[in-house]
């Protein structure tokens, strides 16, 4: 293990983490779903090709993200820890490095600090480690060989801890798809061709972001709502051994919904050319959100 001397944050440190792949960034170097970039995207930002705008929202997730770190990590302090933030690096490779929220080094444990802006964001975390959250602790206890690292989720002044144990397989597998990442980044600083991803700023956009924010978070609490009405409604009809129960405004029963024909497994279709009993496609726009 090497730890560098740089501040997270400082010009020092972006210069250095353009150079390499982080924690954060490892996610999308192994084409995680959930990772906050595409893994082109990520070859496309260590080129600096993508300099994408931060909106006012995510900057106040951001800087209220970096204020609970200090408090969560004091709190660890106070029960006898001593974790300090710190940038380290694979002992031969410094393009491998991670930077800690917390890095006690007597005790060989990592702490990792995740602010969630909202209840249901903070329920579903803490039921299960998102996979891109559990790939960036991985990434770091590979580094450091350390055993166990705890991550901790903050909502709203509340705090839970979980502990992560290392998986010495599941890092190899990471450093195969890093290392695979930084030979595509250095033949991509040759390879001219390549253009920029164009970003477009304006009243227009900037409202068209703010809406899809609240139709997410809404989603969310939607989602954890209706897993809520479903343990109830069972809970319902196996109590009163009922297959309808209902009152003046609910209404509740089993229903079985059928799956689509798989036309590809019926022998007598296979030499029929189908597409032209398929119906006029619909058009829409879609519309995603980082």
């Not at 930002?45 to 200090?70: C, N, T």
């Not at 006029?280 to 995603?288: A, E, W």
Request: glycine share 6%.
């Amino acid at each position: 293990m090497k730890i560098k001397q740089l501040e997270q944050g400082s010009p020092e440190w972006l210069t250095f983490r353009r150079n390499g792949i982080g924690g954060s960034d490892v996610a999308s170097a192994m084409g995680l779903k959930d990772a906050f970039r595409t893994r082109a995207e990520l070859i496309s930002e260590k080129l600096g090709m993508l300099d994408a705008p931060v909106s006012d929202y995510l900057a106040g997730l951001f800087a209220d993200g970096h204020s609970w770190e200090q408090v969560v990590r004091d709190k660890f302090n106070e029960q006898g820890f001593n974790f300090v933030p710190a940038v380290v690096c694979d002992e031969v490779d410094d393009r491998i490095f991670a930077s800690l929220d917390g890095l006690d080094v007597d005790k060989e444990l990592i702490l990792e600090v995740k602010y969630c802006s909202t209840l249901p964001t903070f329920k579903k975390y803490t039921t299960k480690i998102p996979d891109h959250y559990y790939a960036q602790v991985q990434y770091a206890l590979g580094i450091l060989q350390y055993k166990k690292a705890i991550i901790a989720f903050v909502h709203d002044g509340e705090v839970v801890a979980l502990d992560i144990n290392s998986d010495r397989e599941y890092q190899a597998s990471q450093i195969v798809a890093v290392l695979d990442c930084l030979r595509d980044i250095e033949l991509a600083r040759n390879d001219k061709s390549l253009a920029p991803i164009q970003y477009l700023s304006s009243p227009e956009m900037e409202r068209l972001t703010l809406l899809k924010q609240t139709e997410k978070q809404m989603k969310d609490q939607l989602a954890v709502v209706e897993e809520e009405v479903k343990a109830l409604a069972a809970k319902l009809m196996q109590g009163n051994g009922a297959t309808r129960i209902e009152n003046e405004s609910v209404s509740i029963a089993y229903s079985e919904r059928k799956g689509n024909v798989d036309y590809s497994l019926i022998e007598e279709l296979k030499n029929i050319d189908l597409e032209k009993f398929r119906k006029k496609p619909s058009t829409s726009i879609l519309v995603k959100l980082k």
